[in-house]
């Protein structure tokens, strides 16, 4: 009987889901719960969800088979502007667009063979879903972790929107292609800095996280201890007696050559309306960017106040406006030291503003020119008049000591900072969730009555016009406030989509519940025991899962020791695949997909242009290098794809997808299931081979086992290959090699679940392969009587000898002579030395 994929993955996807065997159970089995980021649902799956998806289902097989009690949810993080992007260019509507991908995306998903609790499927769109997270909202308002305040924001003055920073690309609108502002305005926001110190303090919990997520983390966070002081104004100005700032770096005081803040600073604002050029000038540096990134970037623009401020170390520091400091950090203030700071030091090249070295390397140097010498605080260098009188010191000691000195001296105080800010998560946008307060001009602005929620989109809206649609939406817009019965406004704004995909994880423990959660479930299946995503989420995914896991259980709706919600955390890397590409009359580049390319003789097949291949590149629709999951699954079957993405590459690392490497994935198990049929039918008698056999199948049962449990899924498959070979060479017994060969089924089961479904039934296994206990290596076994030992020869590997484990050395040597590649190097004479490294190597010299 012939391989037959097609008819094989849908027999076996068939029974499974006629047994109902993925339906996560709460009982009294211990439980495991593991869990994908889950998809946006952009139109189709990729090999990267392939890739994702297969990996956590492996863990869920693996963990059925060993007992436990399994939770594997799937869902749509389905918000957001490329719905509405799309509802704009094609004049349809966002749910419509959302809601088909979804069918589409799930219609792909179901013949990988997945072990998903459907059941539990959720779009964060749902009303049912959002409504709850409304319901959040209003005991996290009550609670004090979360409240308005006036915000900087990246405003596109086309779109009519806030730009999330990821949205702005070289200062533009990453739709519209507008110049982005800077624009203050009342934003909610997530008061998360409120816990910087445990989300810091926390992270060496996580032990099974990786080091870089952690470290990804710590400098978000970003916790420093600087020095908080004021620098007197020279003549007190609009009530202004003083800059206040913060330094991380007050070590460098003695190189301050002036003074810069906000264009949104007091200060500024109250120039600003009594000067029409720092007015205009302040409008004008609002366009870019707000992040660090985009600020280091743009030019360094000032605006000279004429104003002074008072050095503590004598004479006095100019003030300006500058367009690289923001109110959102520290003070809105800083001091500038050009000769350790590469950012000041241009913008004091620029305004011929004074550079002073503070500091030098220790075997001299030579003055600042045109690059700031910022070595790491824990280099040593040598200061030159330290205000605290330090002179060879790494910079953390000189911070550490001028902040005991400006604290003695009563110009400051030592204060701890962190870089995390609250989170703004106002959007206006229509495709989010509503936010579920109202503005009243008697009561001010409430909060709705849960009673009232979910607080529904409507769907009669349209983006013809820019800006939110949901502003010009009277019959949905007005309403009537829940504290008095007056007229009231709703709030228009809707959340950012990270808040959908920040608690998604507790909602699956009970996604129907008519509350968050459900404390009883979300007490059984919670913490997700592994989570497995993109490295792309390391920070603000993860960072804003651990807020609202925390703001849950302080708000109850989560249970004690749920603070860190993901127990194990695996970042996969990507699947990759070759680009190939032409070049048009004007040398551009032209893309080909991998079907329209012949490889053998590296031409484009419509055209006999020769190709260019660009190998080991993302995957990318615009660079046409993508391969549809789809295309493999109809060629070869949803085993081959699922263990062709775990076999070639730790699954850390990327995996280049090659047409070649599918063909040979596909052959190898074609040999696997042709083997299951010949030993089905065959009928031989021990030959003696019965015991190297067993010894065989225990270390493919150890060793396969411990890829799985390592996260080295690769290690597990190349020991499978080493199984089928050996099985395939076997003189056992016929029922010796069906034991083994029922073990081989198992083993494959989490890769290739319909195949080992296959051999199980062919082997008379009893129901499912899934639900067959996990095997267990007999520890006798596992050790080997005898060892193998590499001779080296003259540094070389040139043989090796296989000897009883306690054999004496002078009889390892004596077999050792009589090896053949000795005998030949040796040439008739005697070695010079002859070293025997007990159950190790053997080292022949000549």
Known sequence: MTYETAAIEAKWQSAWDKADLFRAVRDDRPKYYVLEMFPYPSGRIHIGHVRNYTMGDVIARYKMSCGFSVLHPMGWDAFGMPAENAAMASGGHPKDWTYNNIDVMRGQMKPLGLSIDWSREFATCDPEYYGQQQALFIDMLDAGLVYRKPAIVNWDPVDMTVLANEQVIDG??????????????????????????????????????????????????????????????????????????????????????????????????????????????????????????????????????????????????????????????????????????????????????????????????????????????????????QPAGVTEATGQEAIDATIDWAEAKGIGTGKTQYRLRDWGLSRQRYWGCPIPVVHCDACGVVPEKKENLPVVLPDDVTFDIPGNPLDRHPTWRDTTCPACGNPARRETDTMDTFVDSSWYFARFTAPHAKTPTDLDEASYWMNVDQYIGGVEHAILHLLYSRFFARAMQKTGHLPQGTEEPFNALFTQGMVTHAIYQTKD????????????????????????????????????????????????????????????????????????????????????????????????????????????????????????????????????????????????????????????????????????????????????????????????????????????????????????????????????????????????ALDGGQPRKLIVVPGRIVNVVV
Request: hydrophobic fraction near 40%; glycine fraction near 6%; aromatic fraction near 6%.
């Open 172 to 385: 533009r609108g990453w739709r519209s292609g507008a110049e982005v502002e800077r624009r203050e305005l009342t934003q909610w926001a997530f008061a998360i800095s409120s816990m910087a110190e445990d989300l810091l303090d926390s992270l060496a919990t996580l032990k099974d996280w990786p080091e870089k997520v952690r470290l990804m983390q710590e400098n978000w966070i970003g916790k420093s201890r600087g020095l908080q002081m004021t620098f007197a104004m020279t003549a007190p100005v609009h009530g202004h007696a003083g800059i206040e700032i913060y330094t991380t770096r007050p070590d460098t005081l003695r190189g301050a050559s002036f003074i810069a803040i906000a264009p949104e600073h007091p200060l500024a604002k109250a120039l600003a309306a009594e000067n029409p050029d720092l007015a205009a000038f302040n409008v004008d540096v609002r366009k870019g960017g707000t992040t660090e990134e985009a600020l280091e970037k743009a030019e360094k623009r000032g605006f000279d106040t004429g104003l002074t401020v008072e050095n503590p170390l004598g004479g006095t520091l100019p003030i300006w406006v500058a367009n690289f400091v923001l109110m959102d950090y520290g003070t809105g203030a800083i001091f500038g030291c050009p000769a350790h700071d590469q950012r000041d030091l241009d913008f004091a090249r620029k305004y011929e503003l004074s550079v002073t070295d503070t500091f030098v390397a220790l075997d001299g140097g030579t003055p600042v020119a045109n690059e700031a010498f910022v070595p790491p605080k824990t280099e040593k260098v040598r200061w030159i008049d």
């Open 585 to 824: 009359d004007k040398g551009r580049p032209v893309y080909h997909l991998p079907e329209d390319v012949d490889l053998e003789t590296g031409t484009v097949r419509a055209t006999g242009e020769t190709i260019e291949v660009i190998p080991s590149a993302k995957m990318s629709k615009s660079k046409k290098n993508v391969v549809d999951p789809m295309d493999i699954i109809a060629s070869y079957g949803a085993d081959t794809a699922r263990w062709f993405v775990l076999s070639d590459s730790p699954p850390e690392r990327d995996v280049e997808w090659t047409a070649s490497g599918a063909e040979a994935t596909h052959k190898h198990l074609r040999r696997v299931h042709r083997l299951a049929e010949d030993i089905a039918r065959a009928d031989r008698s021990d030959t003696g081979a019965d015991a190297d056999l067993a010894r065989a199948t225990a270390r493919a049962i150890a060793e396969v086992t411990q890829g799985i449990e390592g996260f080295a899924f690769n290690k597990s498959v190349a020991k499978l290959y080493e199984f089928t070979n050996t099985l395939h060479k076997s003189d056992a017994s016929a029922a010796a090699r069906r034991d083994a060969m029922k073990v081989l089924a198992q083993l494959m089961s989490p890769m290739t679940p319909h195949l080992a479904e296959e051999i199980w039934s062919m082997m008379g296994g009893e129901g499912f392969v899934l639900t067959a206990p996990w095997p267990v290596a007999d520890p006798a076994l596992l050790v080997d009587d005898s060892v193998t030992l590499p001779i080296q020869i003259n540094g070389k590997r040139k043989s090796e000898i296989t000897v009883p484990k306690d054999l004496p050395r002078d009889q390892v040597e004596a077999l050792v002579i009589q090896d053949s590649a000795v005998l030949k």
